[in-house]
C-alpha cells in the first residue's frame, strides 16, 4: 500500500479548503453592520465613514442597518440582514442558547444603560412596589433580563407583574403618557425621559448591567476571519478617538440621535468606553445572569449556562487586531 498517499491527499483537501475559503473572503462585496443610539462608538463609525475608507481599496460596500435593541439585532443577524450587529451581553448569551448562530468578538462599551423608572409622580419607590403593575419591556434585551433579574431579588416572579412588551422608545413613550406603570429602560431614551420629563430611575444596580457586544454571524467570520479583524481594528480606532475628543463624541451622539447636547451628556456619563478586550470577565458577567433566565423560564432549566457563553465568547478576533498596532 502506497502510505504517501492519503497524506497527498490530506493535503490536497487542506488546499481545496483554504483556496475556497480564501475565494470566499475575496467575493464578499459588502459588509453589513448595524448601527445603534445605546452604541456610541457605531455612531462616531457611521459618522466618520471609516469603514467605507477601509474597504474601499477592496472594493468593498458599506451598508448600515439600524438596529432599535439588542432583540433587532439578533434577529437581523439571525436572518441574515447584517453580518455584525452590537447587544447586550445577555441579549447575546439568550439568542445563543435559543439557537443564534453568532459570536461575540468585540466590546464597545461597558455601560449602565439600564434601570427600572417610574414617572415623576409615581408612588412607586421599590422593586416590590412593582406586583401587580404594568411594566413596559423589550423581551430579550438587557432592560429585559435586568427586570427579571430585580424581580427575582425582590422574591417577585415574572408573573407576578404585567409586562407589556414594546420596543425602547415606544416603552418610553407609554410611561410618559401613564399608559403603564414603569418601564425597564435603555439610555439614550432613559436619559432624556430623565432630564426632560422628570422620570425617576427608582432601582438601579450597575453590576446587572451586562457589557455591549458586537456579534458576527458564525458563518461570516469562518469564511472572513480576516475581515472580522479589520472591522474590529477599525472599531478600535473610533473607540480611541471617542475617548480623546469627548466633546465632538457628544455631538455627534446628539446629531445621530436627535437629542439635546445635556441628554447625550447623561448617557455619555453612564459608558466606559476604556477597553474593547473580550473575554473572562465578560463570560462571568453573563454567566451571573444565567440563573435567573433559567428561573423564568427564560430558557430551559437543563441548558448549561457555562458551555453556552465559552461557545458564545470568541476573543481571536480582537486578539489579532490588537496585536497589528
Do not use: C
Amino acid at each position: 500500500m502506497n502510505t504517501r498517499l492519503p497524506r497527498i491527499l490530506g493535503a490536497a483537501f487542506a488546499a481545496v479548503l483554504a483556496w475556497g475559503a480564501t475565494a470566499q473572503a475575496a467575493d464578499v462585496k459588502q459588509v453589513r453592520l448595524d448601527y445603534a443610539y445605546y452604541n456610541p462608538v457605531s455612531l462616531v463609525l457611521k459618522e466618520k465613514g471609516w469603514f467605507e475608507e477601509e474597504f474601499k481599496k477592496d472594493g468593498i460596500a458599506v451598508e448600515w442597518v439600524l438596529s432599535l435593541g439588542s432583540n433587532k439585532a439578533l434577529e437581523f443577524l439571525n436572518g441574515n440582514s447584517i453580518d455584525l450587529g452590537s447587544t447586550a451581553g445577555s441579549a447575546a448569551l439568550l439568542a445563543k442558547a435559543n439557537g443564534n448562530p453568532i459570536k461575540a468578538v468585540y466590546i464597545y462599551s461597558k455601560p449602565e444603560w439600564t434601570a427600572l423608572v417610574t414617572g415623576k409622580n409615581s408612588a412607586i419607590k421599590t422593586v416590590q412596589d412593582l406586583k401587580g403593575k404594568r411594566i413596559a419591556v423589550t423581551r430579550g434585551t438587557d432592560p429585559h433580563i435586568f427586570l427579571l433579574r430585580a424581580l427575582s431579588g425582590a422574591g417577585l416572579a415574572p408573573n407576578d407583574v404585567k409586562m407589556v412588551l414594546l420596543q425602547h422608545p415606544d416603552g418610553k413613550t407609554a410611561l410618559e403618557k401613564g399608559d403603564v406603570d414603569a418601564w425597564a429602560g435603555l439610555d439614550p431614551y432613559m436619559a432624556q425621559t430623565e432630564l426632560e420629563e422628570g422620570s425617576k430611575l427608582f432601582f438601579r444596580n450597575a453590576d446587572l448591567n451586562t457589557y455591549g457586544f458586537l456579534n458576527v454571524r458564525e458563518d461570516f467570520a469562518k469564511a472572513n476571519p480576516d475581515l472580522v479583524v479589520r472591522v474590529i481594528a477599525t472599531y478600535e480606532k473610533a473607540r480611541k478617538w471617542s475617548l480623546a475628543n469627548p466633546g465632538e463624541l457628544k455631538a455627534i451622539i446628539a446629531k445621530a440621535a436627535k437629542l439635546t447636547d445635556a441628554v447625550a451628556a447623561r448617557q455619555l456619563e453612564r459608558n466606559d468606553l476604556s477597553s474593547g478586550v473580550i473575554g473572562k470577565t465578560q463570560r462571568d458577567a453573563i454567566v451571573a445572569a444565567g440563573g435567573v433566565l433559567k428561573e423564568s423560564g427564560v430558557v430551559p432549566a437543563d441548558t448549561n449556562i457555562a458551555a453556552v457563553a465559552d461557545s458564545l465568547i470568541d476573543p481571536q478576533y480582537v486578539t489579532r487586531a490588537v496585536a497589528q498596532k
